[in-house]
């Protein structure tokens, strides 16, 4: 890994313009674990990721749950720290690095396959289906020694204890008695499976509404059941229960298809129960963790699957009558 170095004159600057002038315009970002890269309007092109020193440790969660589709080439949801491990641009040791890194990546058109393989420590996975975002490879890993960061691109949607709110939105204050609101933007009625009123798939439709865990949507799902659909299935996301961890206990989930979902309308459901009974699911993925959700602007990947969305409505849960 080589280092670069700025020491913040006229002359450095200048030279580091011209050492660019010939590469495509680049977009600066700031990693966040489980947020994937938005490199998608970047195609063809060169993204530069800030990677925080911090999160170089070798016990990262996206380390022992593999999310790293591919080799050299990597899915634009696989996590940044897994495929420098995996190329070996760096090697993680117990204790952070004192310096950040600058990442320069290659945005890259989707690939028909991603093969996985064992490289330095760590395997891949493999992707044999359609992806329906980019993929990227690594053209450079370079120590930053600038000084301070920049301030991170803030998300909803990233899992654990520290999520924020990002100060490009304003906040929709909830109705009496609600805990979460419908954004304006996403209020987009479309019909489900079984011809009910219900939104179009959204991403803020999943995404936390406040810093305050109340508003979470992994809390939200300890009260409700997430219905999810593509064009011909219909997808059940429920809370099962809490499990203790080496940092704590954490909130576990299942994701099931429901079976005969054209039948299923919300008053059948309702009188089943909400969750559904096991005769009326399929349980795809169970005991999942909230950090193994991956979720993309028309898909859902959980375990190296991709289950396109078009579709999505909460329901609270119920007994069955």
Not at 208 to 230: F, H, K, N, P, V
Request: proline share 8%; charged share 20%.
């Amino acid at each position: 890994m080589s280092k670069r170095l700025f020491d913040g004159s006229e002359d450095g600057n200048e030279s580091m313009k011209k050492s660019r002038s010939g590469d495509s315009e680049t977009a600066l970002h700031v990693y966040q674990p489980c947020v994937p890269i938005p490199v998608q309007a970047k195609m063809n092109s060169l993204v530069e990721v800030l990677l925080p020193a911090k999160f170089l440790i070798s016990d990262a969660k996206t380390i022992k749950l593999r999310q790293l589709w591919g080799t050299d080439v990597y899915s634009d949801d696989s996590d940044l720290v897994a495929v420098l491990v995996h190329t070996g641009h760096v090697k993680l040791k117990t204790a952070a690095p004192k310096s950040p890194l600058l990442i320069t990546l290659r945005v890259c058109p989707a690939q028909a396959t991603y093969m996985g393989s064992d490289r330095n420590g760590l395997r891949s996975r493999t992707w044999n289906g359609p992806h329906l975002g980019a993929s990227y490879k690594v053209e450079r890993c370079l120590q930053h020694t600038t000084g301070s960061l920049p301030p991170p691109e803030l998300s909803l949607l990233r899992p654990g204890p520290s999520r924020q709110i990002p100060g490009s939105l304003n906040p929709q204050s909830p109705g009496p008695g609600q805990s979460f609101v419908v954004p304006p933007a996403a209020c987009v009625v479309v019909f489900n499976l079984s011809n009910e009123p219900c939104y179009k798939y959204s991403l803020s439709l999943v995404a936390d509404q406040s810093t305050e865990s109340s508003r979470w949507t992994s809390t939200r799902l300890r009260r409700e059941a997430l219905y999810l659909e593509s064009r011909h299935r219909r997808f059940e996301l429920a809370h099962t229960g809490t499990k203790k961890g080496c940092n704590g206990s954490y909130d576990t989930y299942t994701l099931s298809q429901v079976r005969r979902a054209q039948l299923m309308d919300r008053r059948a459901m309702e009188t089943k129960g909400v969750p559904l009974p096991a005769e009326h699911v399929k349980v795809l993925h169970e005991d999942v963790d909230w950090e193994e959700f991956s979720w993309g602007p028309c898909f859902l990947r959980v375990r190296g699957v991709e289950y396109p969305l078009v579709r999505l409505q909460y329901m609270p849960q119920t007994v069955a009558s």
